[in-house]
C-alpha cells in the first residue's frame, strides 16, 4: 500500500519546496488539494472498517499534505472540510466493510495516486 502513496510523499515535498504566496490567494492546483483531501478522509474511514489496521495513517497524511502546504484562513479550512467531507460521506453509508467498499477504497487509491503523480509532474521544480 505505502508504494502507491509514495507520490502522496513526493507532492507533499514539490509543495514545500514551492514558493511563498500570500495568505489566502488560491493556489492553481487547490481544487485538486481539495480532492485529495477528500480521497484521504474517505480512506481513513474506509480502511478502518475494512479492518486495515493503519490506526491515524490517513488522517497523517493529511496532516503531511497541510504541514507541507501551510495553507492559511479559508484555503486551510477548505482542505480541512474535503477531508470531514470524504470521511463523513462514507460513515452516513457504510457500517461494515462490504465488497463495495473493498471497490471504493481502491478507485480511490488509484485517483490519489493519479492526482499526486499529476500534482508532481505539473508543479514540483
Not at 71 to 88: C, L
Request: aromatic share 8%.
Amino acid at each position: 500500500m505505502s508504494t502507491r502513496f509514495l507520490a502522496v510523499f513526493a507532492l507533499i515535498l514539490a509543495c514545500a519546496a514551492g514558493p511563498a504566496r500570500a495568505q489566502d490567494v488560491a493556489a492553481p492546483f487547490d481544487a485538486d488539494l481539495q480532492r485529495l483531501a477528500e480521497i484521504l478522509g474517505g480512506l481513513h474511514y474506509l480502511r478502518g472498517i475494512c479492518g486495515a489496521n493503519e490506526g491515524n495513517k490517513w488522517r497523517n497524511e493529511m496532516q503531511a499534505l497541510i504541514d507541507a502546504e501551510t495553507p492559511s484562513g479559508e484555503r486551510r479550512t477548505r482542505m480541512i472540510a474535503g477531508f470531514n467531507r470524504g470521511y463523513n460521506g462514507f460513515q452516513q453509508t457504510y457500517r461494515s466493510c462490504t465488497p463495495a467498499a473493498t471497490v471504493a477504497i481502491r478507485r480511490y487509491i488509484e485517483e490519489g495516486s493519479k492526482i499526486s503523480r499529476d500534482l508532481t509532474a505539473r508543479y514540483a521544480n
